[in-house]
């Protein structure tokens, strides 16, 4: 069986960009793949963290996985910070990777744009999610496709360090689905849906109310035409709607597309808003059933020991390659 690993930051509450481009993935494929779905807590610690707030994410990411539909007997689920062989293996990963490669690294550049100091961990952490994905040797990590560029890198670094020291790591492929992978801001169709974005209403996030999703559709930006159709190019507001309706409805463009034909944007936008919560509101109450429980913290304890079981071996490997005294 194939295996695949995939993550979501605990850095701020998860919107339905993630869910969109991510998640929902995650939860059909765990039927294909033998999965590990981890909370990269120290990728989340490249900006600072309220350390109270940071705790309480990564519980609700983690819980957030098993509410979707994430079965743990099944998947492994894990939070990063307790395998240790993350970091030993991104250490050992750095030695690889190349200054001006990093350089380059678009997410690099948007989040240290405008800031005098930024942490050097930020600028080295592709490379930790290198590690991440190459410790277990995932042949398919699933990501929206602002990931992909993270992921070519992880690429070229496997694939570096097995032409140099002998074959050690599955060069994985990235899963990235045409509808979903971007879903873009509310307000403002030219920027992604992002956590970090401080306008409120750009961004829906999985645990609002039914009140707050609605307002927020009915105040989300479409265009003059009036036609709720799927067009990137001239109409970019209205086709990130469409998407997000199809993401939740699971039906096909054109399904929507034919349902709302000269209907205008008030109705669509209206029933988008009961789309998503529909398909939220389960999620969001198994949620609360589970987030502070001690069946939480049962399965992530499980999930950290069976995820050391598979790391050790490929860390091991790594060492012994590079010439480290091993015993
Ligand atoms: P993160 O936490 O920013 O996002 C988690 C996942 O959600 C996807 N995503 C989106 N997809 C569509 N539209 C959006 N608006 C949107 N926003 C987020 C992301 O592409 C991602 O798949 N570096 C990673 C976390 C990570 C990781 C890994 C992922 C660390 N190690 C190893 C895979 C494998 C990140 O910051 O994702």
């Known amino acids: 069986m194939q295996r695949l690993l995939s993550g979501i930051k605990p850095s701020g509450d998860l919107n339905i960009g993630g869910y969109g481009g991510a998640l929902r993935q995650y939860v059909k494929l765990q039927h294909e793949y033998e999965s590990y779905f981890f909370v990269p807590d ?168 039914p009140e707050d999703i609605r307002k927020k559709f009915s105040r989300a930006v479409t265009d003059s035409d009036g036609q709720v159709r799927h067009d990137w190019e001239q109409k970019p507001a209205v086709s990130n709607l469409i998407e997000i309706y199809s993401v939740f409805s699971e039906e096909a463009i054109s399904v929507i597309e034919k349902r709302y034909e000269g209907q205008g944007y008030g109705t669509f936008k209206k029933e988008l808003a009961e789309v998503v919560i529909e398909k939220l509101q389960p999620i969001q109450e198994r949620f609360h059933q589970i987030v502070n429980s001690s069946e939480l913290d049962r399965i992530l304890m499980d999930g950290a020991k069976r995820a050391s079981e598979t790391a050790g071996p490929t860390l091991l490997a790594a060492k012994k390659a590079m010439g480290l005294v091993t015993f």
């Open 42 to 209: 120290l990728h989340a610690i490249t900006v600072y963290q309220d350390p109270v707030e940071l705790h309480q994410r990564t519980r609700d990411i983690a819980a957030l996985y098993i509410a979707s539909g994430i079965n743990p007997d099944k998947a492994t689920i894990f939070l990063q910070s307790q395998v240790p062989a993350h970091v030993e293996l991104g250490w050992l990963l750095e030695t690889q990777a190349h200054f001006g490669e990093l350089k380059r690294m678009t997410q690099f550049k948007e989040k240290s744009d405008g800031k005098d100091t930024v942490s050097s961990a930020l600028f080295t952490y592709p490379v930790l999610m290198a590690a991440d994905v190459l410790l277990y040797q995932a042949t398919h990590v699933p990501v929206g496709d602002d990931q992909k560029q993270h992921l070519e890198l992880t690429r070229d670094v496997a694939e570096r360090f097995n032409n140099r020291y002998g074959r050690t790591f599955t060069v994985p492929e990235p899963i990235i689905q045409d509808i979903g992978s971007r879903v873009m801001g509310l307000d403002d169709p030219s920027k992604k849906m992002s956590k970090s974005n401080p306008n409120k209403n750009s961004c829906v996030h999985m645990m609002d109310t």
